[in-house]
């Protein structure tokens, strides 16, 4: 059984520019919820999907949107790239409970 | 404000010994904590989580202890072996809420 996977693993990008990281959730989850984590922080909560609806958001700028599938995985877009955004972006699955995390997309703006 | 904290930043202990990883957390209104760890390159792992109508709750070589009066939670390895070393996280869960909040990580360092 896989659990939850996510690409890319790493991705360079210049500001200003777009990117779009993807997410498949463990097997039988229906939620994905999106966490970024800058170097030597904890994870910060991004938003999370069920339905194809974002049900929750924290505090992040429109730039960061999101997608859900009918088979329940996920995009994560990040539009006008600032320096600040480099950081490891992860994917949680849930279903009615404890969320499996990915390994992460390390993002890096130059 | 939202925070949940650790006291400590880095804990270095000899193979074998107890490890124990404090937290703090300024809501009461939380009703579920979780401890993750964290290898580097790669995401948070479950280890215990707890309710807020328990205490405590053991698991395997792991507990985790919660003082709501001080709105305190630890976590104990017993034991602790090189493959515990990692970064660990509490996360806190608020009612009617579907984020976690993380604090920002204790570095557990295992010596031979």
């Known amino acids: 059984d896989a659990g939850v996977t996510q690409s890319p693993t790493h991705l360079i990008k210049t500001r200003g520019q777009q990117v779009t990281l993807r997410c498949s959730p463990k097997?039988?989850?229906?939620?994905v919820s999106w966490y970024q984590q800058a170097l030597g922080q904890g994870p910060q909560f991004i938003f999370q999907?069920?339905?194809?609806?974002?049900?929750q958001r924290g505090n992040f700028p429109d730039r960061f949107s999101g997608h859900q599938f009918p088979n329940y995985s996920s995009e994560l877009n990040v539009n006008a790239l600032l320096l600040g955004d480099s950081a490891l972006y992860l994917c949680?699955?849930?279903?009615?409970?404890?969320?499996?995390f990915g390994p992460g997309t390390r993002l890096t703006v130059t | 404000g939202e925070s949940v904290g650790l006291h400590l930043p880095t804990l270095s202990v000899q193979e074998g010994d107890n490890s124990i990883i404090n937290c703090a957390y300024s809501n009461s209104a939380s009703d579920y904590f979780i401890w993750y760890k964290q290898e580097s390159g790669k995401g948070p792992q479950f280890i215990i989580d707890?309710?807020?109508?328990?205490d405590k709750r053991q698991g395997q070589r792991v507990t985790v202890l919660l003082n709501k009066t001080v709105k305190h939670l630890s976590l104990q390895i017993a034991a602790t072996q090189p493959g515990d070393s990692a970064v660990y996280f509490c996360a806190e869960n608020r009612r009617s809420s579907y984020k976690l909040i993380f604090g920002s990580g204790t570095r557990l360092l295992v010596r031979p």
């Open positions: 949680a699955s849930s279903l009615d409970g404890e969320q499996y």
């Open positions: 097997s039988g989850h229906d939620t």
């Open positions: 999907y069920y339905e194809e609806e974002e049900r």
């Open positions: 707890i309710r807020s109508n328990m």
